[in-house]
């Protein structure tokens, strides 16, 4: 209580030692059910979907055939963090992810400021794969059944359009909704089960976009990818400004590597398999999104994609002349893009319970339930969250807030590791460390994490300064107070 307000911002957390000891139960009260390849499969669920399903239509017209560059980059400047966040959790195995190896190293304030950017990520990635999910699930019955969901009932209130933001009362979108929903009820019948079901649904998403590339490939055409660059469209992505700012759009589709150190509580041998998780995530992510991606773009022109939904079911459609091969890819999406969904709200959900644990935010949100061992609050608060912004929010305004606050996230996961090494000097610790010493890596990685968000418009950095300013003001009038370490 004597503590300077320097002293109350820098103050940071011993780390939990249960998993050293092989505890089934830790110290936390959550269950370590989930072994190395379901933890991978949170990270591929996670990530796979988002990138390729939905993000196409929005990167493509700012990159055109170069957005297989922006991947590129995108992945590069995943795989330096990822290497920092595998020696980061091989040494922090908890729960909270880069909130809790922040609240190690650098201190309570920047940990509480991670934590609204994850919060911001996890939130608006789960409600905007939900609303992509919506697309898919109409075209599959579009070509099953003929019948379309109704306008009105799968339209948000709240759209962009031509002349700025648009307001269409007596609309929602509510096949995303009614997906929310379902994840809820997963997520409360507990950890185990909800990781199991994920990985059936990762293997289900995977042969389907395997299925996809290899009839994408037989209507490849190298002329689609002639100009490689995007000429001036009057909207300043021409040539590299183009694949920066479509890079920025799509890099939040790593956010499956967050999501395989969120669940450090809950794995057994946390030690050793959550980095295996998250390089093995990355590996696997990445050779699939560059193999859709360059499928996708030789058997369709760059132009076609803006605004098209479905749209690797329409490539297929249109490939082929037939609807079955798009009726198969969009009742594959339809059940893979859940696990996307389910593994997003899965991490938003165990942040804030690490936040509520270290005393930030109420301790509601830190409640367990007795049999399944399931945060009940927290998830139900997440999901109400997750489901009317999912309802009535236009997809456009979420794709560049998830990647600032995931880029947000990597660069102080990047800080961490020197300063974690530095607290090591002498210890002889021994375990996975980051290649090259403890600033090569991590100083690549925050300089291409900061060249990706250079990319990224005007509108998302006011909208991340107003929630920053909110972040703050919530810290200093009760995280910094109620702080278990006060």
């Known amino acids: 209580m004597n503590q300077t307000l320097g002293q109350k911002l820098t103050r940071t957390k011993p780390i939990d030692t249960s998993a050293d000891h092989g505890q089934s139960l830790n110290s936390s009260g959550l269950a370590r059910s989930i072994g190395?390849?379901?933890?991978?499969?949170?990270?591929?669920?996670?990530?796979?979907?988002?990138?390729?399903?939905?993000?196409?239509?929005?990167?493509?017209?700012?990159?055109?055939?170069?957005?297989?560059?922006?991947?590129?980059?995108a992945a590069i400047t995943a795989g330096l963090t990822a290497l920092c966040y595998a020696e980061l959790s091989f040494r922090i195995p908890a729960s909270g992810s880069s909130y809790s190896f922040a609240y190690a190293t650098v201190g309570e304030f920047l940990a509480f400021i991670m934590a609204a950017c994850l919060l911001l990520e996890y939130g608006l990635a789960a409600s905007a794969t939900a609303i992509g999910w919506s697309d898919y699930l109409n075209n599959f019955l579009g070509n099953a059944f003929n019948w379309h969901i109704p306008e009105m009932l799968r339209s948000p209130m709240i759209v962009s359009g031509a002349q700025g933001i648009?307001?269409?009362?007596?609309?929602?979108?509510?096949?995303?909704?009614?997906?929310?929903?379902?994840?809820?009820?997963?997520?409360l019948r507990g950890t185990k089960e909800s990781a199991t079901t994920n990985a059936i649904m990762v293997m289900i998403k995977l042969a389907i976009l395997v299925f996809f590339v290899v009839i994408a490939f037989s209507g490849f055409d190298i002329n689609n990818f002639k100009p490689f660059f995007s000429p001036d469209n009057g909207a300043h992505f021409t040539g590299m400004a183009g694949v920066t700012a479509a890079a920025g759009t799509v890099f939040f589709s790593f956010i499956g590597l967050d999501t395989v150190a969120t669940a450090g509580d809950e794995v057994r041998n946390p030690k050793r398999n959550v980095p295996i998780g998250i390089l093995a995530a990355l590996a696997i992510v990445t050779v699939f999104y560059m193999l859709v991606a360059v499928a996708a773009l030789g058997a369709q022109p760059a132009y076609k994609f803006a605004g098209q939904e479905a749209g690797l079911a329409v490539i297929l459609q249109n490939v082929t002349g037939k609807?079955?091969?798009?009726?198969?890819?969009?009742?594959?999406?339809?059940?893979?893009?859940?696990?996307?969904?389910?593994?997003?709200?899965?991490?938003?959900?165990?942040?804030?319970?690490?936040?509520?644990?270290?005393?930030?935010?109420?301790?509601?949100?830190?409640?367990?339930?007795?049999?399944?061992?399931?945060p009940v609050i927290n998830t139900a608060i997440v999901c109400c969250v997750v489901g009317l912004v999912a309802g009535f929010v236009d997809a456009t305004f979420l794709w560049d807030m998830v990647s600032m606050g995931t880029l947000t996230a990597f660069m102080v996961v990047s800080l961490a590791v020197p300063v974690m090494r530095k607290k090591e000097k002498g210890r002889g610790v021994k375990g996975f460390r980051v290649p090259f010493g403890p600033y090569l890596v991590p100083g690549l990685s925050i300089v291409a994490c900061l060249y990706l968000v250079f990319g990224l418009s005007t509108t998302t950095?006011?909208?991340?300064?107003i929630w920053m300013t909110a972040a703050v003001l919530t810290y200093f009038l009760y995280g910094m107070r109620h702080s278990r370490l006060n």
């Open 166 to 187: 648009e307001f269409h009362p007596g609309h929602i979108n509510l096949p995303p909704i009614a997906l929310v929903c379902l994840c809820c009820f997963l997520l």
């Open 36 to 73: 190395l390849f379901p933890l991978t499969m949170i990270g591929v669920g996670a990530t796979i979907g988002t990138g390729i399903f939905f993000t196409m239509v929005e990167a493509v017209p700012k990159a055109g055939p170069s957005v297989v560059l922006s991947f590129l980059i």
């Open 323 to 374: 609807t079955w091969p798009a009726l198969i890819l969009a009742a594959g999406a339809v059940i893979s893009v859940f696990s996307v969904t389910l593994v997003t709200i899965y991490g938003q959900t165990r942040i804030l319970y690490a936040i509520s644990r270290d005393g930030l935010i109420p301790k509601s949100f830190q409640q367990v339930h007795p049999h399944t061992h399931a």
């Open 461 to 465: 950095y006011t909208i991340f300064a």
